[in-house]
């Protein structure tokens, strides 16, 4: 065995175990916490109606959160009535906190199997479920949220 055949393994040897070790070293970062703070109904321009939902995002680090972009859907007496995708959206501060602002239509096809499954009237509450996918560039792990309530209709 040659001598740069020897430095060449015990190099590439050296190179695994910088790999192994930095894969292995435990982040340093806590996972956001994300929560629905609001889920409402706005004036309806076009007759379908449009809703606005709120989530807040609370960064425990102290780098700034750097959200790539939110995927979501929210289902209405368990048919998926929305969904929809956002990707501008604004930093969160190191330690800090901040409200997303997402706005959705309904899906027309979708609304209308509801409805009649609904019958004439309704004036129970509706059970609703949102469900969201959150990617941030960087070290930041995917976060997924699911909340589930209750729309009251008038």
Not at 28 to 36: A, G, I, Y
Not at 52 to 61: M, S, T, Y
């Amino acid at each position: 065995m040659s001598w740069r055949y020897s430095c060449d393994r015990a190099l590439l040897a050296v190179l695994l175990a910088m790999l192994v070790s930095c894969a292995s070293f435990p982040s340093n970062l806590d996972p956001p916490k994300v929560s629905l703070e609001s889920f409402r109904s706005l004036p309806a321009a076009s007759g379908l109606p449009r809703f606005e939902i709120k989530l807040r995002v609370i960064n425990p680090n102290k780098q700034p959160l750097d959200i790539a972009g939110i995927s979501y859907s929210i289902e209405l007496l368990d048919k998926e009535v929305i969904t929809g995708v956002a990707n501008n959206i604004p930093a969160i501060e190191g330690y800090g906190e901040g409200v997303v602002t997402l706005e959705a239509g309904l899906q027309l096809l979708e609304i209308l199997r509801l409805m009649t499954g609904l019958g004439a009237s309704r004036s129970d509450p509706m059970v609703y479920r949102f469900s969201a996918k959150i990617a941030f560039n960087g070290l930041m792990p995917t976060q997924r949220v699911q909340e589930s309530g209750e729309i009251k209709m008038h």
